[in-house]
């Protein structure tokens, strides 16, 4: 649309290459494609922003969206409750692994991290152990925008120019096990070394200082890094040494993108809190939750307490209900058996890349990949800033969109081309999305 820039401030967009350009458009979607105002279509690799996990045109979303607005449009959940927070708070709490029975509903995954971290310093508080304020997270992982969870983010690139941020963040090595050759072919040794720089973290502030350990169960920034064999039996385990809470941030992975309702259930490990948001509703209205298991809950159940936090619109009844038929369709569809019985396919079809030049790497698990993308496959030899720039932005964005194919390509850590499609995705699409990749990064090879 010509005025696109006139009054719309995008996010995460560097407006001024919209100045001679038009603003792709998007206005319809259905299953797992898109289309633009122009009528053409694209193949949705990147299930919106890794949101639209039943896939796009799903009429009976809309529907319970309109029939609850009609009944309760709004009201909050502060000192009340309404039915459909209730319902999708108990049909979470029965689907989330161990105890973590206590659903505190945001209305993002932003806001889900900073509850997070605010529970678990004021749990510390309120069980006599208040120096314990700080919090560790890995390199390049992403955890939010907001100030609290801006601060857990480890990427230096979109902090700066917010600084300074809350103190105490921490940062340790990730789990990306193709840029650590000091290990050999041994991941599991990876793994422990990995968790165990945990461990050392939380030594060198002081563990009476640190409240608590923010991990993705596959991370994403930097594309797309799974956990070595024992690394989260070993944080857990690092974790209970040192009295530290576990949040598992499943912003991305909750809600079938691993094959599993949770990631925590697909890596076998028990956290204390959950960040979930995104695939709840499957972007058919914005929602979160901060997921607690009940000790967590305990210090906040005296005749006076209160956990003093909350959002106007966290836990929306319109949204809610939206969960809830979004969970009905899992239920019906079997989308999570759905990603377990077609993961390896997926894998197997991004695995043929491997044979052009420019593709380093293919990682993930689920419906949730990266692709790393190097100068040579032997030294593993990346790109520098100004290639990255002009392989990344000056062309890859726009020609994998041109092509035909909606997806992320990401600088912020190594470059990588990101794929999460709408998990009703199957064989056609996939082969549909290597053979756009195929094409788009032979050409860019032949530029650089």
Request: glycine share 10%.
């Amino acid at each position: 649309m010509a005025n696109a820039t006139d009054h719309l401030w995008m996010h995460f967009t560097r407006m001024a290459s919209y100045s001679d350009t038009a603003v792709p458009t998007i206005v319809r979607g259905e299953g797992a494609y898109i289309w633009d105002s122009q009528g053409r279509r694209y193949l949705d690799g990147l299930a919106g922003l890794f949101v639209v996990n039943a896939g796009h045109g799903r009429a009976e979303l809309a529907e319970a969206a309109a029939k609850q607005a009609g009944e309760l449009a709004y009201f909050p959940l502060w000192s009340y409750a309404h039915p459909k927070a209730v319902e999708l708070a108990e049909k979470i709490a029965a689907l989330t692994p161990g105890d973590l029975n206590r659903v505190f509903f945001t209305t993002g995954g932003s806001e889900a991290v900073e509850a997070a971290w605010k529970l678990a310093r004021a749990y510390f508080k309120r069980t006599g152990k208040p120096t314990k304020h700080k919090v560790v997270s890995r390199y390049i992982a992403y955890h939010g925008t907001s100030m609290g969870a801006l601060s857990i983010t480890g990427l230096p690139g979109i902090k700066s120019d917010f600084e300074p941020l809350v103190p105490g963040g921490i940062k340790v090595p990730n789990t990306n096990f193709y840029r650590a050759p000091e290990h050999g072919d041994d991941p599991e040794a990876f793994g422990r070394w990995a968790a165990d720089e945990i461990g050392r973290a939380i030594e060198r502030e002081g563990p009476d200082t640190v409240a608590a350990v923010f991990l993705e169960p596959v991370q994403n920034s930097g594309g797309c890094f799974p956990p070595p064999p024992g690394y989260f039996e070993r944080v857990r385990q690092i974790c209970d040494a040192y009295d530290v809470l576990l949040v598992s941030d499943e912003v991305i992975c909750s809600w079938g993108r691993l094959g599993e309702y949770f990631g925590a259930l697909r890596y076998g490990y028990q956290p204390d809190i959950i960040t979930t948001a995104k695939g709840i509703t499957s972007g058919y209205a914005p929602l979160g939750a901060m997921i607690a298991s009940d000790r967590l809950m305990e210090p906040f159940l005296t005749e006076t307490g209160m956990f003093a936090h909350g959002v106007t619109f966290g836990g929306h009844p319109v949204s809610c209900a939206v969960a809830l038929a979004n969970l009905e369709v899992f239920a019906r569809e079997d989308l999570v058996g759905h990603v377990r019985a077609n993961e390896a396919a997926f894998r197997a079809t991004l695995e043929k890349l491997h044979d052009l030049p420019i593709v380093g790497d293919v990682r993930g698990d689920g419906y949730f990949y990266g692709i790393e993308l190097v100068k040579d496959k032997t030294t593993r030899e990346t790109f520098d800033e100004a290639e990255s720039e002009r392989l990344l932005r000056g062309f890859l964005s726009t020609a994998l969109f041109q092509a035909g194919l909606y997806c992320r390509a990401d600088d912020r850590g190594d470059p990588v081309v990101q794929l999460a499609p709408p998990l009703t995705a199957e064989q056609q699409q996939f082969d549909e999305i290597e053979q756009i990749l195929r094409a788009v990064l032979t050409e860019a090879w032949s530029r650089l």
